[in-house]
Protein backbone atom coordinates (compact mmCIF):
# COMPACT_ATOMS: atom_id res chain seq x y z
CA UNK A 1 0.00 0.00 0.00
CA UNK A 2 1.28 3.53 -1.22
CA UNK A 3 1.06 5.94 1.46
CA UNK A 4 2.19 9.77 0.30
CA UNK A 5 2.46 12.23 3.46
CA UNK A 6 3.33 16.14 3.56
CA UNK A 7 4.67 17.77 6.94
CA UNK A 8 5.74 21.51 7.70
CA UNK A 9 3.07 23.39 6.56
CA UNK A 10 2.51 26.19 9.10
CA UNK A 11 1.07 30.02 9.03
CA UNK A 12 4.00 32.71 8.12
CA UNK A 13 4.63 35.87 7.53
CA UNK A 14 5.02 37.73 4.26
CA UNK A 15 8.85 37.44 3.39
CA UNK A 16 9.50 34.44 5.60
CA UNK A 17 10.68 30.84 4.77
CA UNK A 18 9.30 27.33 5.18
CA UNK A 19 10.79 23.96 4.43
CA UNK A 20 7.70 21.72 3.46
CA UNK A 21 8.60 17.41 3.57
CA UNK A 22 6.69 14.72 1.86
CA UNK A 23 7.96 10.95 2.53
CA UNK A 24 6.54 7.87 0.06
CA UNK A 25 6.05 4.39 0.95
CA UNK A 26 5.16 1.22 -0.64
CA UNK A 27 6.45 2.98 -3.78
CA UNK A 28 10.24 2.39 -5.77
CA UNK A 29 10.81 6.28 -4.63
CA UNK A 30 14.01 6.87 -6.67
CA UNK A 31 12.48 5.46 -9.75
CA UNK A 32 9.87 8.16 -9.79
CA UNK A 33 9.70 11.58 -10.62
CA UNK A 34 8.48 13.47 -7.95
CA UNK A 35 6.45 17.15 -7.52
CA UNK A 36 4.85 19.80 -5.56
CA UNK A 37 1.41 21.09 -6.21
CA UNK A 38 -0.46 23.05 -4.45
CA UNK A 39 -3.84 24.49 -4.93
CA UNK A 40 -5.90 27.94 -3.31
CA UNK A 41 -9.39 28.35 -2.38
CA UNK A 42 -11.43 28.83 -5.26
CA UNK A 43 -8.78 28.08 -7.79
CA UNK A 44 -7.36 24.80 -9.61
CA UNK A 45 -4.51 22.61 -8.67
CA UNK A 46 -1.13 24.34 -9.66
CA UNK A 47 2.04 22.65 -10.67
CA UNK A 48 4.70 24.49 -8.65
CA UNK A 49 7.83 22.44 -8.89
CA UNK A 50 9.19 18.72 -10.33
CA UNK A 51 12.39 16.77 -9.80
CA UNK A 52 13.26 14.08 -12.62
CA UNK A 53 14.50 10.84 -10.91
CA UNK A 54 17.62 11.35 -13.51
CA UNK A 55 19.82 13.52 -12.84
CA UNK A 56 17.28 15.44 -10.67
CA UNK A 57 16.87 18.19 -13.05
CA UNK A 58 13.98 20.37 -11.52
CA UNK A 59 11.37 22.42 -13.34
CA UNK A 60 9.51 25.56 -11.31
CA UNK A 61 6.46 27.16 -12.56
CA UNK A 62 7.39 31.39 -12.75
CA UNK A 63 5.77 32.48 -10.45
CA UNK A 64 7.62 30.12 -7.62
CA UNK A 65 11.86 30.60 -9.93
CA UNK A 66 14.26 31.98 -7.54
CA UNK A 67 12.16 31.71 -4.65
CA UNK A 68 11.35 27.82 -4.26
CA UNK A 69 14.18 25.04 -4.42
CA UNK A 70 13.16 21.32 -4.88
CA UNK A 71 15.10 18.31 -3.47
CA UNK A 72 15.17 14.82 -3.12
CA UNK A 73 16.73 12.36 -0.92
CA UNK A 74 16.41 8.78 -2.45
CA UNK A 75 17.72 6.93 0.56
CA UNK A 76 14.63 8.36 2.66
CA UNK A 77 12.09 8.30 0.12
CA UNK A 78 11.52 12.07 0.98
CA UNK A 79 10.65 15.16 -1.59
CA UNK A 80 11.29 18.35 -0.18
CA UNK A 81 10.35 22.24 -1.38
CA UNK A 82 12.39 25.29 0.82
CA UNK A 83 10.03 28.39 0.01
CA UNK A 84 11.65 31.26 1.03
CA UNK A 85 10.21 35.22 0.19
CA UNK A 86 6.76 33.79 0.62
CA UNK A 87 4.15 36.05 -0.19
CA UNK A 88 0.62 36.36 0.29
CA UNK A 89 -0.46 34.68 -2.77
CA UNK A 90 1.57 31.05 -2.18
CA UNK A 91 -1.49 30.90 0.68
CA UNK A 92 -2.37 27.79 -0.37
CA UNK A 93 -2.57 23.85 0.41
CA UNK A 94 0.52 21.89 -0.95
CA UNK A 95 0.12 19.09 -2.02
CA UNK A 96 2.98 15.94 -3.06
CA UNK A 97 2.87 13.90 -5.91
CA UNK A 98 5.10 10.58 -6.68
CA UNK A 99 5.38 8.80 -9.92
CA UNK A 100 4.16 9.77 -13.37
CA UNK A 101 1.49 7.18 -14.66
CA UNK A 102 2.68 7.19 -17.74
CA UNK A 103 6.95 6.88 -19.32
CA UNK A 104 5.79 9.37 -22.07
CA UNK A 105 4.27 12.18 -19.73
CA UNK A 106 5.98 15.24 -20.34
CA UNK A 107 3.86 17.84 -18.81
CA UNK A 108 5.50 17.31 -15.32
CA UNK A 109 3.24 20.05 -13.43
CA UNK A 110 0.55 18.61 -14.59
CA UNK A 111 -2.16 16.83 -11.86
CA UNK A 112 -3.18 14.61 -13.94
CA UNK A 113 0.32 12.94 -14.66
CA UNK A 114 0.59 12.01 -11.39
CA UNK A 115 -0.55 8.23 -9.99
CA UNK A 116 -0.04 8.92 -5.56
CA UNK A 117 -0.76 11.97 -3.91
CA UNK A 118 -0.84 12.96 -0.20
CA UNK A 119 -3.35 14.65 1.50
CA UNK A 120 -2.03 17.90 1.73
CA UNK A 121 -0.45 20.73 4.06
CA UNK A 122 -1.45 24.06 4.88
CA UNK A 123 1.18 26.92 3.97
CA UNK A 124 -0.61 30.28 5.27
CA UNK A 125 1.28 33.48 4.81
CA UNK A 126 -0.18 36.59 5.95
CA UNK A 127 0.54 40.04 4.62
Known amino acids: QVQVVESGGDLVQSGGSLRLSCTASGVAFATCTVAWFRQAPGKSREGVASMRQIGFIPNYVDSVKGRFTISRDDTKNTLYLQMNNLKSEDTALYYC????????????????????WGQGTQVTVSS
Open 97 to 116: AVCLRGLSSTNLLGPNEYEY
